[in-house]
């Protein structure tokens, strides 16, 4: 059976002797993740929406940012929200862990910053969860949608906000 790992053992005795460390085996399945994850930055960064901006405290660790989301319309035009995403080592095999940093009352939001957003789902009855071909841009641009078309009150996360938006808008 050939196995990630093999490969990389292969694909290094080609290029050269690898340094015996026991911690390179796991910084070899990190590094799979951080490849993926400089593509995935690069390709986000030349597509992000202009109501959002990326932060990266640690510019070494790309599996670790802040989005910032300013709707320009809409219910929430004019506020400012912070999520924090966290990509996990078996990106892209699973969906970034994200976190909304700002209170807020919103039908898909928890006020602890829970989010329901389909695609942030390993396993969605709809269908729409995360895939493999899935990237960052993708979670951004549903981030960001949470604020104008995706907002859904019919299948609410915060129940309360929801009920509330359909007693008074």
Request: with cysteine.
């Amino acid at each position: 059976m050939l196995t990630l790992a093999s490969k990389l053992k292969r694909d290094d005795g080609v290029r050269g002797p690898r340094a015996s460390n026991p911690a390179s085996d796991s910084t070899r399945r990190v590094s799979v993740r951080d490849k993926l994850l400089v593509k995935d930055v690069a390709e986000l960064e030349a597509n992000l929406p202009c109501t959002c901006k990326v932060n990266f405290p640690d510019p070494n660790k790309l599996h670790y940012f802040q989005l910032t989301v300013i709707p320009d319309e809409g219910y929430y035009q004019g506020g400012k929200f912070q999520f924090e995403i966290e990509v996990p080592d078996a990106y892209n095999m699973v969906p970034p862990k994200v976190k909304c940093l700002t209170r807020i009352w919103h039908p898909n939001i928890t006020e602890t910053g829970e989010i329901c957003l389909s695609l942030l789902r390993e396993h969605s009855i709809d269908g729409t969860g995360w895939a493999p071909t899935r990237t960052l841009k993708d979670v951004v641009w549903g981030l960001n949608s949470l604020f104008t078309d995706l907002l859904n009150f019919d299948d609410p996360l915060n129940i309360e906000a929801a009920e509330h938006h359909l007693r008074d808008k």
